[in-house]
């Protein structure tokens, strides 16, 4: 009778949870919570606290309209410097390109990004309506120079007054205020 008591009181005492799986639902709800924590009170927190995002016009993003749905101002953003009199300058970004450098024989290749500070409000309209226009002066630029020249960074301050002479002579005077390579790779 005592042998048949103890099965009985084992199946009937509750089963403890495994420890590694306390552990991972620990972890999915921190993760969770988190990422919520950041989504949705991280903006809040820092519109408070006088922070604001740089916005940046992406050329191959959906649209800076989006932006401003979202509480952003878009392309003409101030770049988080409300209320401290001078705003900073839209930055308009294209991301990407791709070109075989000058005598290659398409064996080597360069991917770079272009941020250019748009010098006034028609230019950065002009360069979203015109943005192949504005790859096919970058890329037409850059395609002239060797593996040599884009790998020596001592030009890179050549290229950029280059392109930026390109860009305005383009797109009138004054349309872009400076240029940037925020991504720079040969290959």
């Known amino acids: 009778m005592a042998n048949e008591e103890a099965p009985a009181a084992e199946a009937a005492a509750p089963s403890k949870p495994k420890l590694p799986m306390l552990i991972g639902m620990v972890a999915v709800g921190l993760a969770v919570g988190g990422g919520t924590g950041a989504v949705f009170l991280g903006p809040m927190v820092a519109k408070k606290m006088g922070k604001g995002t740089p ?51 398409g064996g080597r290749f360069l991917l770079i990004s272009v941020a250019m500070e748009v010098g006034s409000a028609k230019a950065g309209e002009d360069f ?54 925020p991504q720079f790779v040969v290959q």
Do not use: C, M, W
């Not at 884009?150 to 009138?172: C, H, M, N």
């Open 128 to 181: 979203k309506n015109r943005d192949a226009e504005l790859r096919d002066i970058i890329l037409t630029a850059l395609g002239t120079k060797s593996v040599d020249e884009l790998t020596d960074i001592s030009y890179r301050d050549g290229f950029k007054k280059e392109l930026q002479t390109a860009v305005t002579a383009r797109f009138g005077k004054n349309s872009v205020k400076s240029l940037y390579f």
């Open 55 to 105: 916005v940046v016009a992406h050329a191959d993003s959906a649209s800076a309209d989006s932006a401003q749905a979202e509480g952003g101002h878009g392309a003409e953003g101030e770049g988080g410097a409300e209320g401290k009199g001078a705003a900073a300058a839209p930055i308009y970004l294209l991301e990407n390109l791709v070109l075989n450098p000058a005598g290659s024989n």
